[in-house]
């Protein structure tokens, strides 16, 4: 049980739709982050929210479009992603942005077609 | 900024036998360094943590590192591998202040029995 839940856990979706990945946090935390996770690549950072404010975006392009309501929940909102975009999006949460400790979820394996 | 590299993408080692997976940082200032492990399909689990102290770090399901700043290495190992601890490890290293954790690409483990 890691406190941190996404949905949903399998996504397929062709280039022209429009689709969100939601997170969820159950530990109190206040930060929580957007990985993507190709495969034989490093995980790469996306987003960061800080008490629901975005306080880092890593060159993320434009069709990814994250949206913090609350500090318990995060979304990425997707649309006419390519395929190369196919990847499982991970989603963390931490204590606070200056504490490095984060908690995973179990991911959204993505597919573009 | 901060990096890391785990020489090994791959490692197989028998059902008992002792395992060391290797990872190596760079940072300037003292960091904070952790141990993730994923299995197929699924989130990252935090293993263990250094922050400061003791340089020999204790860890769930029998893992240990060692941190030796002389090397800039931080290290995992456990004495017996049992089978169920096939998956993918991974080292990461964040900054003292500040919320971005860097990821090594990460070392695919295989037990054999």
């Known amino acids: 049980e890691t406190g941190v839940t996404q949905t949903p856990r399998h996504l397929v979706m062709g280039m022209t739709n429009k689709k969100s990945l939601k997170c969820e946090q159950h530990?109190?935390?206040?930060?929580m982050y957007w990985y993507k996770q190709s495969a034989k690549k490093p995980l790469e950072l996306m987003f960061v929210?800080?008490?629901?404010?975005?306080?880092e975006n890593n060159s993320v392009p434009s069709r990814f479009s994250p949206e913090c309501p609350n500090s318990s929940h995060l979304f990425l909102h997707l649309h006419t992603l390519q395929p190369e975009d196919s990847a499982l999006y991970l989603c963390?949460?931490?204590?606070?942005?200056?504490?490095?400790?984060?908690?995973f979820g179990p991911g959204t394996r993505l597919t573009v077609l | 900024a901060q990096s890391v590299t785990q020489p090994d993408i791959h490692i197989t080692v028998s059902e008992g036998a002792s395992l060391e997976l290797r990872c190596n940082y760079s940072?300037?200032?003292?960091?904070?360094l952790f141990w993730y492990v994923q299995s197929p399909g699924q989130g990252l689990q935090l293993l263990l943590k250094?922050?400061?102290?003791?340089?020999l770090v204790q860890g769930i399901k029998g893992f240990e590192a060692e941190f030796k700043r002389s090397q800039s290495s931080f290290n995992l190992r456990k004495p017996s591998v049992h089978w169920s601890d096939a998956a993918e490890y991974f080292c990461?290293?964040?900054?003292?202040?500040?919320?971005?954790?860097?990821f090594g690409a990460g070392t695919i483990l295989r037990v054999k029995s």
């Open positions: 963390a949460s931490s204590q606070n942005a200056g504490y490095n400790e984060q908690f």
């Open positions: 530990l109190g935390h206040n930060a």
């Open positions: 929210y800080n008490f629901k404010e975005q306080t």
């Open positions: 940072y300037g200032a003292t960091p904070y």
């Open positions: 250094y922050f400061s102290g003791d340089t």
């Open positions: 990461a290293v964040g900054a003292e202040y500040g919320n971005k954790l860097v």
